[in-house]
């Protein structure tokens, strides 16, 4: 089993759509999350954490349940600059001290017109 | 404040032959650490290094080496290349050991021949 499972989609939705993602984990130790946005050719750039408690920042939400080991990203009023990789990134601690981040396979997002 | 950096930006090199890439991390951050990601994946991580000492390392051979100098850059060092090598190598920085949040360059994107 993936440490990080995601749907890699592709997701096709019209602007304005309000999509949602999904992912598993593994780990039920980990205790750190967060979704990264990847676009084509590009380097991961961090989009949200996400935390017990659930998280919402502009047009994103972003909710975490440890029983399910399971966290989601919620896109509302899609735009057309919204279309990229979304990553599914869960941190982990490293037995020297230091932590590592394992990443989802990626969600594509295609937002057109 | 500059972002992190790395060179070169693209590489192409022939089997059996080694290669160096280099990360500069955002000024302050003493923890760098190294990602691969092959075409239609997300990144692997290979070591993370903290104070010029190694914190942890992913399940990558022995041909993936790396170190960090007083200055907190790195370098990763690959050698006897093989074809299943060709990928983006992504350096990520962060302020400490255990920050959570890591901080992509734009990668260095190895093709091997």
């Known amino acids: 089993r993936k440490e990080v499972e995601q749907d890699p989609g592709p997701f096709n939705v019209p602007e304005g759509a309000t999509v949602a993602f999904n992912c598993t984990y593994s780990?039920?130790?980990?205790?750190?999350f967060f979704w990264y946005r990847q676009d084509c050719r590009k380097e991961p750039k961090l989009l949200m954490s996400?935390?017990?408690s659930g998280n919402e920042d502009g047009r994103f939400t972003a909710q975490l349940n440890r029983a399910s080991q399971y966290i989601s990203l919620l896109i509302r009023d899609s735009k057309l600059s919204d279309s990229a990789t979304y990553l599914c990134?869960?941190?982990?601690?490293?037995?020297?001290?230091?932590?590592?981040?394992?990443f989802g396979t990626g969600t594509q997002l295609k937002v057109e017109l | 404040d500059a972002g992190v950096t790395q060179s070169p930006t693209h590489l192409i090199k022939t089997r059996g032959q080694h290669v160096t890439l280099r990360c500069s991390p955002i000024s302050g951050h003493k923890s760098v650490s190294w990602y691969q990601q092959v075409l239609g994946q997300g990144p692997q991580f290979i070591f993370q290094?903290?104070?010029?000492?190694?914190?942890g390392r992913g399940n990558f051979p022995d041909r993936f080496s790396a170190r960090q100098f007083p200055n907190y850059s790195s370098e990763l060092n690959v050698n006897a290349l093989l074809l299943g090598d060709s990928a983006l190598y992504l350096c990520a920085s962060s302020p400490g050991q255990s920050s959570y949040e890591q901080y992509f360059g734009p990668g260095t994107r190895l093709t091997v021949t």
């Open positions: 780990n039920s130790a980990s205790q750190s």
């Open positions: 990134v869960v941190n982990g601690v490293l037995t020297g001290g230091g932590n590592k981040l394992t």
């Open positions: 996400v935390y017990s």
């Open positions: 290094y903290y104070e010029k000492e190694e914190r």
